[in-house]
């Protein structure tokens, strides 16, 4: 159920006493959701379908780490973005795609929330195993590091996967649920650290942070245990503990500038990557004093990167020399060192003695020579995009995070340069990128939705995904349901932006809006490339054969060209041929098109696009009318945000045209709703330029400023609709909610009708003072950066739910405050048997069990995945939906490679009550007999 905000403040009480307390407090039937799009249940909200076989860096030069347990042949992956550690137990047994074995920092591998306790992580960026197997997390965004003691030996013993308790905590004196840099003062100290990327243990087990935020590496000495508090020694603050500077004292041997990596050989030399400073130092044994000079102190004595100075910190032409924005830095037992080169697209390694000198890379992965600096998309085996992470095996493979391509990938010894990678994981192939698995049932910041009233069909713009997604019907979709088309990619696994890195007519980069018109025919802003494509008919051009992927656009608005996509055509004042990322999109029952053109302040309309009528500028491409740059209505030289006003729109987002040619228009900057009342016909065009009704500023044309959050205040609303009944549902977008007014035009027998104050509110549990987002826990009552709203040929209320990446449907009625909530329908899914257990299996032979999934119940039950752990592998006939009484087989084979008792699992991704299901594996593996 979604949490209760308590009205506490004065302004809250205020609220409710003057608008009724009802509204404060009472929940409402219509703000339950029965459906949803892009996640397994309500209760996830991740970008895309989360995995164990997903990785989601986020899109910047620090995200993603790997680390390798090089004992026991384990590797572990640093997920960022989905604030998680991933963990597979055998190196040898690697594929591309393969699911990891183990989660740290969540509970099950279908979450991704944040959160600060001795069992989660936030932003996790940098991994170091000791030589017992022990985890040490940087838990970047806490910011702290984390311990956790050999989650193998818990997994191959106990079956356990996933929600690992850490055992110690540094930099947050000893506290396990405080997460602020150092610990709320605005100064540090040895206690503290701020904003952690990289950790190492070296063979001492001493411990040593990049404390990124505090410009400074500290070192613990070891063994760190839970009552270890304060560093022992800290870098690039001439000795400080309490300072931060960035570049203390200038640029120099002693100093640093966000350093996000550290490595220790096995002669005890220290590796910084001094990130912002583009070079990486190494510290000759600054632990102890031996005959090596430089050797017991801070003082840096190499530097890479910087041709030898240690006064400069410049991002040099590519060369074997060079580096930019290092980010990661590993050594391997052979004192080779290595260097995650992010801003130049690549993997260094160095080959190194004692102390080191070499200077000059001897290996370059990701790029075809030293000279170049390519990223390229889509990726390929050969290449590399701001690379992160680096960690060598025993057996002198070289693992990568590839931080823009979202995965991890594997190069075989002996490395050499230009050499293709072997395995990915995080992404099913090495040509994908995507956060998380993209499929036919994901959404990754999903936009406009629309209905196509000639099929019943649905359509979504998933927007960082770059493609639209068509559901063949609205109104009976169940949960997770795959997509049946797909339009611009050239599959349901690819989200290349303009489908091949190429502006054409096929693809988009970050669509935003869709309309369908009476016929089918469907409409995408494509918000980047500044233009509107439309597609003929899609449902109807894939010829009743689905899955369906959808060719090239029939016309194209806002540009001369498909290969064009420069705002206003590159121009510095718009026209009326012109767009400059437009957002939303509608069309009337005349099929005239209405385009909320938000980067030049208006609405743009186009009379009847498709067909030419007894109607001047019918049937082209040249904008007819345009809303909020005058009361005439034909100022298309105009963009600006006038002084607000009724004849004046200020980067409007959401536009909508009810049955009776009223049009409404989300007026965003301005946190207001725009209603015009229009005469159209036919064979009469819009006219009206002037604003009849306003909503959420108290009923001023003049104001732009929220009056505080309740019924009749507006904060950035977005997408609007009206239904066949005339109730206008507004996307209120920073307060989380959508709000719902009862026919505000027309007075009926329905109480709070006729008016511009609020009736309904979907996303807050009927508080119409709250604004609390899903956060970590989203539900079937809440809403996070709620965009677009659609209402079907019933009158059902579909929502966008970006934050949570979800499409959400209600159906009718929508009951006034105190109504009582109907739980959604769940599904009933038998899995049996509970376990498997194989006996003694000889290593390199196999045994097999199976499993059987069963639908007990009257709900259609979604299967996102399902995957193995441990010396277990699978294979199915399980498909993506199973039906009421369905039932599928899950063949189970055990291969041992490890002598001694084996765990795993069998987990089914599903929307069932109590999903995520479970099959907990036991095997025991003997010696590998003798060949007589």
């Given amino acids: 159920m979604a949490r209760r905000t308590t009205l506490t403040t004065a302004a809250q009480i205020t609220v409710c006493a003057v608008f009724a307390l009802a509204w404060c407090l009472s929940a409402e039937a219509g703000t339950i959701a029965t459906r949803v799009l892009g996640q397994p249940d309500f209760t996830h909200g991740a970008p895309n379908t989360l995995s164990a076989g997903s990785l989601n860096f986020p899109g910047n030069h620090s995200s993603g780490a790997v680390a390798v347990d090089v004992v026991n042949n384990h590797v572990y992956v640093a997920d960022t973005g989905n604030n998680r550690v991933l963990g597979w137990e055998s190196i040898s047994a690697l594929t591309t795609g393969k699911f990891a074995d183990i989660v740290i920092g969540q509970v099950d591998f279908e979450s991704s929330a944040a959160g600060t306790s001795s069992t989660k992580l936030s932003g996790p960026n940098g991994l170091a195993v000791d030589a017992a197997g022990n985890v040490y997390v940087a838990d970047t965004g806490n ?26 905590v540094l930099g947050q004196v000893g506290n396990f649920t405080s997460g602020s840099c150092d610990v709320a003062t605005s100064s540090p100290d040895s206690e503290t650290i701020c904003s952690p990327q990289g950790v190492a243990v070296d063979s001492d087990n001493n411990v040593w942070v990049a404390d990124t935020g505090n410009n400074r590496v500290l070192e613990y000495n070891g063994p760190v245990t839970a009552d270890s508090f304060f560093a022992d020694l800290v870098f690039g603050q001439l000795g400080s503990f309490t300072s931060k500077t960035a570049n203390n004292g200038g640029i120099s041997k002693n100093s640093l500038n966000q350093p996000t990596g550290v490595a220790v050989d096995g002669h005890g030399n220290l590796y910084v990557a001094d990130s912002s400073n583009n070079r990486v130092l190494e510290f000759n044994t600054p632990l102890a004093m031996t005959a090596i000079a430089g050797s017991g102190d801070t003082t840096a004595d190499e530097v890479w990167g910087q041709a030898g100075s240690f006064t400069t910190s410049s991002c040099a032409s590519e060369s074997a020399s060079s580096l930019c924005l290092p980010t990661k830095v590993a050594v391997d037992g052979s004192d080779n060192l290595y260097v995650g080169d992010t801003s130049d697209n690549r993997a260094l390694m160095f080959n190194e003695s004692n102390p080191p000198t070499n200077v000059t890379a001897n290996v370059i992965l990701g790029q075809a020579s030293a000279t170049t600096n390519t990223c390229l998309a889509p990726p390929t085996a050969n290449s590399l995009c ?99 088309l797909v339009v611009g990619q050239p599959d349901f696994q690819s989200n290349e932006i303009d489908r091949t890195g190429t502006v054409g007519a096929n693809g988009f980069s970050a669509p935003s809006g869709v309309a369908v018109d009476s016929n089918g025919n469907l409409y995408v802003s494509d918000f980047v490339n500044s233009r509107v494509l439309e597609f003929n008919a899609p449902f109807a051009a894939c010829a009743g054969v689905f899955p369906c992927v959808v060719g090239s656009a029939n016309l194209i608005f806002g540009q001369t060209s498909a290969t064009s996509s420069e705002c206003n055509q590159g121009g510095a004042t718009p026209t009326a041929s012109t767009l400059c990322e437009p957002r939303q999109l509608a069309v009337d029952k005349f099929n005239n098109l209405w385009v909320a053109d938000n980067n030049n302040s208006r609405v743009l309309e186009y009379y009847t696009p498709l067909t030419s009528t007894s109607v001047p500028g019918s049937g082209d491409t040249t904008a007819d009318f345009v809303l909020g740059q005058g009361a005439a209505g034909n100022s298309f030289t105009t963009g600006s945000c006038e002084t607000i006003s009724a004849t004046s729109l200020c980067s409007p987002t959401g536009v909508a045209v009810d049955q009776s040619g009223n049009v409404w228009v989300g007026d965003t900057s301005n946190n207001r709703v725009l209603e015009y009342k229009e005469t159209v016909t036919a064979t009469t065009p819009a006219a009206n330029a002037t604003a009849n009704t306003v909503f959420g500023e108290d009923g001023s044309f003049t104001s732009s400023s929220p009056p505080g959050i309740g019924p009749n205040s507006l904060d950035g609303p977005q997408g609007v609709i009206v239904d066949g009944n005339g109730n206008l549902f507004v996307a209120d977008v920073v307060t989380n909610r959508v709000l719902e007014f009862f026919s505000p035009l027309t007075v009926t027998s329905a109480p709070g009708s006729g008016d511009t104050t609020a009736d309904v509110v979907f996303g807050q549990g009927g508080n119409f003072v709250a604004n609390e987002g899903a956060g970590s826990a989203p539900s079937n009552e809440t809403l996070t950066d709620a965009l677009s709203v659609m209402v079907d040929a019933s009158n059902s209320l579909y929502i966008s739910d970006q934050g949570s990446n979800r499409i959400l449907a209600y159906p009718l009625p929508y009951n006034p405050p105190g109504a009582t909530k109907v739980p959604p329908p769940s599904g009933a899914l038998d899995v049996r048997p509970a376990s498997l257990r194989f006996d003694a299996t000889a290593i390199g032979e196999s045994r097999t069990g199976e499993v059987t999934l069963e639908n007990a119940g009257t709900t259609q039950i979604a299967i996102g995945g399902l995957s193995t752990a441990g010396d277990f592998v699978l294979s199915h006939n399980c498909g993506a939906i199973l039906l009421p009484g369905q039932s599928c087989t899950v063949r189970v084979t055990f291969t041992p490679m490890v002598k001694g008792r084996r765990g795993g699992m069998v987990y089914v991704n599903d929307n069932a009550d109590g999903a995520p299901h479970l099959v907990r594996l036991d095997g025991h593996a003997t010696a590998r007999r003798r060949r007589k």
């Fill in 143 to 168: 910011p702290r590091v984390l311990v956790f003691t050999d989650p193998f030996t818990s997994f191959t013993k106990d079956g356990q996967f996933s929600n690992f308790e850490a055992s110690v």
């Fill in 386 to 484: 701001l690379p992160n992470g680096v960690a060598a095996a025993s057996s002198g493979n070289l693992f990568v995070a590839d931080g823009a391509d979202n995965r991890v990938v594997e190069y075989a010894a002996p490395l050499a340069s230009g050499a293709a990678a072997a395995i990915a994981l995080g992404q099913t192939d090495l040509i994908h990128k995507n956060q998380n698995v993209v499929n036919a049932s994901s959404l990754d910041n999903p936009a406009q939705i629309a209905f196509d009233p000639s099929t019943g069909g649905l359509y979504v713009a998933d927007t960082v995904n770059n493609r639209i997604l068509g559901w063949r019907s609205a109104a009976d979709f169940t949960n997770f349901e795959p997509a049946a």
